[in-house]
């Protein structure tokens, strides 16, 4: 079959090893997401070594994810304007650094900074990686298969995270979660190396600093306010004072964006809604997505009992879902469109999440608990692929880095938000919950306050009691206290899924156009 030279890479060594760009760029992506779901695994193991609160839990796991959303935007614009390639082996360097520094932390809050510090490496590569498969993949049909493939990577990596967690976390010491990524780095950069191409913008002006800064800002105290809410109180001045600044901070950096001459972002971009509704889809999957991992291996492990090795091969139905359906999602949308396909992922992954707001002490895993996360694997994979399609799809080529940027960073806010968001009402519900439950065994204040904060602390303090019954019954309502506040949480994600995919239904366009030059 011949093919068009205006769709392929001007460049025919390029455009014969495509295919092999496709794989290394992959890998890359994978380990960039692979860590940002690693850590799930290793949450109740952090919780009793590092003594780590709900909270400092959850910003161990946001840490990573809102450094890397808060850059992604600055670091397309770096890519279009220094060169992609040259972008993302400087962040495989960072990121392979900060990772070894991560390892060997011993406080939660250093563990904070040297995930926030990997962030930085993440963020340079992930856009990166969209832009140059756009630039390679010149072909309309070919590039919507590559973005389905670079989706099912993605997909699967958010179950191989776990498992790869569990598998080290069984043999090592949880800094092994992080050491791993060494060798992945060395590897991914001697590929990269050889085989990946250098693109860039030709027109790509000055970064806007300002517009970096507020984006940064307003990103930073929006997670910042709902991970704190639950222990400040929602109706507190701090919160309150929190969601206001928020608001102001977005609107001066769209003011800013709008006002000048060379934006970090081109807000005008979201009149069209082919990538407004594109990146909200993507937004609200990974919310969802995000949210669940972060309690579902606690659900494993503190609930069901099961190792971090058992916790995380758990997850494997979700990789296989994913794995299957994404490749299929891309061409189910160049038959059908997004505005056929994209609302039935987020219906699937809505459904998914309020079947997993029902989930008990003894629901069978080969029942519930593995159908909802297939539907859900299934469900992302429905999203992601086509959205990103999408997304590319409305803009120049040579603006390949800024709608990286833009559909990843809609992903990472959204999984960030997830992470926040669903950490924070379960520790809503949670914790006046362990405190109802524990009041009849007069247990120490100092107790009871810890086991409000952290339901690894209350399986901690079980320990700690010289009563076997006592102990028995302190661990069941810690067990009772977290599925209520994991059914809650799933049930809340659950509704806003179904919403998005009601918004979709309404806004995504039918057909995608092709990427004009």
């Known amino acids: 079959m011949t093919t068009d030279i205006s769709t392929t890479h001007p460049n025919a060594k390029v455009h014969a090893r495509r295919w092999w760009i496709l794989a290394i760029l992959s890998l890359s992506v994978f380990l960039v997401v692979v860590d940002n779901l690693i850590i799930n695994v ?24 809102l450094v890397f959303a808060g850059l992604l935007l600055a670091c397309g614009g770096l890519g279009d304007r220094f060169g992609r390639k040259l972008v993302m082996q400087v962040g495989m360097v960072l990121f392979g650094v900060f990772s070894a520094w991560a390892a060997f932390t011993d406080t939660t809050e250093q563990l904070i900074v040297g995930r926030g510090l990997m962030g930085i490496g993440a963020a340079l590569v992930f856009p990166s990686t969209l832009a140059i498969l756009i630039d390679v993949f010149r072909n309309p049909v070919e590039r919507a298969k590559a973005i389905g493939v670079w989706s099912a990577v993605s997909g699967a990596a958010v179950a191989f995270g776990p498992v790869t967690g569990g598998l080290l976390l069984e043999y090592f010491w949880w800094g092994s979660v992080f050491l791993i990524n060494i060798p992945i780095v060395i590897i991914a950069l001697l590929l990269q190396g050889a085989f990946v191409p250098e693109s860039k913008d030709p027109n790509s002006e000055r970064l806007d600093i300002p517009g970096f800064l507020l984006s940064i800002a307003f990103v930073s105290l929006l997670v910042y306010t709902i991970i704190e809410g639950p222990h400040r109180g929602w109706t507190s001045t701090e919160s309150i004072s929190g969601f206001i600044g928020t608001a102001l901070l977005v609107a001066a950096f769209i003011w800013r964006e709008r006002n000048t001459a060379h934006p970090l972002l081109d807000v005008g971009v979201f009149r069209d809604m082919r990538v407004t509704a594109a990146t909200s889809a993507i937004a609200i999957a990974f919310f969802s997505l995000f949210g669940f991992t972060f309690l579902v291996t606690q659900y494993f492990q503190f609930v069901r009992g099961y190792d971090p090795l058992e916790s995380g091969l758990r997850t494997l139905p979700f990789a296989v879902g994913a794995g299957i359906t994404a490749p299929i999602a891309a061409r189910l949308s160049l ?174 366009p039918a057909r995608v156009g092709q990427m004009a030059e």
């Open 335 to 508: 038959r059908y469109g997004p505005k056929r396909i994209v609302p039935i992922g987020l219906l699937f992954m809505g459904i998914a999440q309020i079947w997993a707001g029902t989930f008990e002490i003894d629901s069978m895993y080969f029942g519930p608990v593995v159908a909802s996360m297939v539907l859900m694997a299934c469900g992302l994979s429905l999203v992601t692929s086509p959205a990103s399609e999408s997304v590319m799809g409305s803009l120049p080529r040579d603006m390949a880095g800024v709608g990286s940027a833009i559909n990843d960073t809609s992903r990472e806010v959204g999984g960030t938000l997830g992470v926040a968001i669903i950490g924070s009402i379960f520790a809503t519900t949670y914790g006046p919950k362990i405190v109802d439950l524990l009041s009849p065994f007069s247990l120490p204040e100092a107790a009871v306050s810890a086991a409000e904060e952290s339901v690894g602390a209350a399986f901690a303090v079980s320990e700690q009691v010289g009563d076997p019954t006592v102990s028995s019954a302190i661990r069941e309502a810690a067990g009772l206290s977290f599925l209520d506040g994991f059914q809650v949480a799933c049930t809340t994600v659950g509704i806003v899924a179904i919403l998005g995919s009601l918004l979709a239904l309404r806004f995504l």
């Open 42 to 65: 290793a949450i109740p193991t952090l919780a009793r070594e590092l003594e780590a609160t709900t909270s400092g839990l959850q910003w161990i796991v946001d840490s990573y994810a």
